[in-house]
């Protein structure tokens, strides 16, 4: 009897994870982040579409059964021609994968109408508002004694020439929003009251409607920069992974090109405490770093979606996007945590940072010789799925070639 109703659970639970991936999966975003989505969905025979943005990589996997460009999250529109897409493509009832900013804001500001419509893997906004609003992000943590960076309330020029600042700072915007000098720089170091003065307003502009975050910057290279990164249901952590970004472009403040798994060294327990403050489901990235003048871990910034180096996850044993895909259809995920000693890599971005290092002699020349041919595993190239290595490498070297132009 007793095996009979263990059989009969079985069969249930595998009933309900072939309709759900019967439904499939929609990607929102092309980047490879997006493209590790892609992956780890398709390998397990469920159905995945994506919707292009600038970056159209994923699209190009053998993994995506169809690909579609779009105007993009941003653009007057965006929601309706969301919808409109996944009809034509009988893509309603699926899973959306937001992998940007704008995409999370998109889904997140419409959650209501949008879950009636598919599965989603993000929380209403005035959940997700407390990991996307930098300004909302450093009131919690100061409410729950998380440490961070010292945050100045800079509203005008009037408190740039009153307040007491320590230099050097970082402005950088509460929100990402568009595209532009400071959104792609990510944060611009201020050395003195003079140059605060006159970069404020250009940095002000830039940064949008969310307005600008000015903030200590703290000591420290790539080496102290680390990640916690995790999938939660009402705060609580499913599916684990702590990480050091190594490498970053641009140095310091940029996205991770070399990344490595690694035991959590405590700043886990801040991240957790934060996600259980605000309830959060979804994937998010929490970033830390380590601040040598008194050793703590310091909450830098919080991404609540796939972040760019997601399929990290597969090669340090976990799933993050098929756990999310999961959580978002009702079926079970086990708590799960990455093992160590794993190896992310982007190499058509992390070899111009890497050899100018190398020349200044900062990092060792057999250190990124390993680090090339010894990654667990490649943004963009797999052996079971090429293409899009082919396609992202040109687009790389154009895209840096533009930005230095």
Known sequence: MIRERKDAKAQDALSARSSAASRGALVIGGDCGALAAVRSLGRRRIPVGVLRGPNPVAGYSRFAAWAEDWDGAEAPGALDQLISLAEKHGALDWTLFPAGDAEVRLVSQNHAELSRLFQLTVPPWEALGFAADKHLTYARCADLGIPHPRTYAVRSLADVRALDFQFPLIVKPAEKQGVNALTTAKAWVITSREDLLRRFSRASDLAGDAGLIVQELIPGDDSSQFSWCGLCANGVPLVTMAARRTR?????????????????????????????????????????KLDRRDNQFKLIDVNPRLWTWNGLGAAAGVDFAGAAFDLANGLAVEQAQARPGASWLYVARDAGQSIASIRKGELPLSTYLRSLFGASVYATFAWDDPLPSLVDTPLALFRRGKRKA
């Open 248 to 288: 970053q472009t641009p140095t310091g403040f940029g996205t991770g090109t070399f990344v490595e798994s690694m035991l959590d060294l405590g700043f886990g327990a801040h991240a957790a405490r934060f996600l259980g403050s605000i309830n959060y489901t979804g994937l998010v990235e929490i970033e830390f």
